[in-house]
């Protein structure tokens, strides 16, 4: 591939570098996850009893997604320390791609790119409980 | 899950997003109080107020990494104020033996998953003192810890 080619592509991270900052992602994910079945089993106490039953499955698929999370995440490290480091892809397109703003800056800045200092709450928006 | 870190304080401190909030994260659900720094400064300010019953520390914190961060508070032959595990992407033997040699419990490679740290963390805070073992005196004729012969 030409130089000016390459220019046109924007940055690039090598593979092994992506799956990494991939795999801590979706650990993070996990992490969330965990956070939000924690907050959930909170919630739960203040259900009565005789309707709890009814949250059950939810409350497992919040476990199931943590787990599911937490074993792509062991997938995408073990990948990652498998690749070349001299392998190298085109990330700028599909960090593109990303809609959430702080994710997208997040993985920018560790595939390195510029640091835009997005903050997830700023993106996240308020909440539209009502 | 059952929180197993009694509302512990945990200094972490790592310069990546990502990793930092991933770390705390973890702590909190598992019943730590986590506390967060984001550069070496952070961390040497925060210890001035808070007495942590652990710290995490990255080698590439940004402004003074763990190793300055560690120098800075042994400088004067001080111990360190609470069990350290050092973590870092490039982390050798020499960084290791550094680390030790600085004070520091522990240390680990990045990348890790949460549940690796959150081990980590919970063994450093295991007391280290273990009762010392019974002393074996040994036994002599008629003993009085001897049984007794019956006729």
């Known amino acids: ?130 | 899950m059952t929180p197993h870190g009694r509302g512990l304080k945990v200094l972490v401190a790592d310069g990546d997003r990502t990793v930092l909030e991933l770390v705390q994260i973890r702590l909190d659900v598992a019943g730590y109080h986590a506390l967060v720094a984001r550069s070496g400064p952070a961390v040497l300010e925060t210890l001035k107020t808070v007495r942590p019953a652990a710290m995490i520390l990255d080698m590439d914190l940004p402004e003074a990494g763990a190793f300055e961060v560690l120098e800075t508070l042994t400088r004067r032959g001080d111990k360190l104020p609470c069990p350290t595990l050092v973590v870092g992407r490039k982390l050798g033997i020499e960084d290791v033996k550094r680390a030790i040699g600085l004070g520091a419990r522990d240390c680990m490679a990045k990348p890790f998953s949460g549940a690796q740290v959150l081990e980590r963390v919970a063994r450093m805070l295991k007391p280290t003192c273990a009762a010392p073992p019974a002393v074996r005196r040994p036994l002599f004729v008629d003993d009085p810890r001897l049984p007794r012969a019956t006729a």
């Not at chain 1, 592509?9 to 090598?14: C, D």
């Not at chain 1, 991939?22 to 956070?35: D, G, P, Q, T, V």
Request: hydrophobic share 45%; with cysteine; proline share 2%.
């Open chain 1, 1 to 130: 591939m030409s130089l000016a080619a390459k220019a046109d592509l924007g940055l690039e991270a090598s593979v092994a570098s992506t799956l990494d900052v991939l795999a801590w992602e979706m650990e993070l994910a996990s992490a969330r996850c965990m956070l939000l079945d924690a907050t959930i089993g909170e919630m739960m106490k203040a259900i009565p009893e005789e309707r709890r039953e009814d949250f059950v499955e939810s409350m497992h698929t919040v476990d199931l997604l943590c787990q599911q999370l937490t074993s792509l995440s062991a997938f995408t490290r073990n990948l990652s320390g498998a690749v070349s480091e001299e392998v190298s892809a085109p990330v700028e397109g599909a960090l593109g791609e990303i809609t959430l703003g702080a994710l997208a800056d997040r993985m920018a800045t560790a595939l390195g790119g510029a640091c835009k200092g997005v903050d997830e709450r700023d993106s996240a928006g308020e909440f539209d409980l009502f």
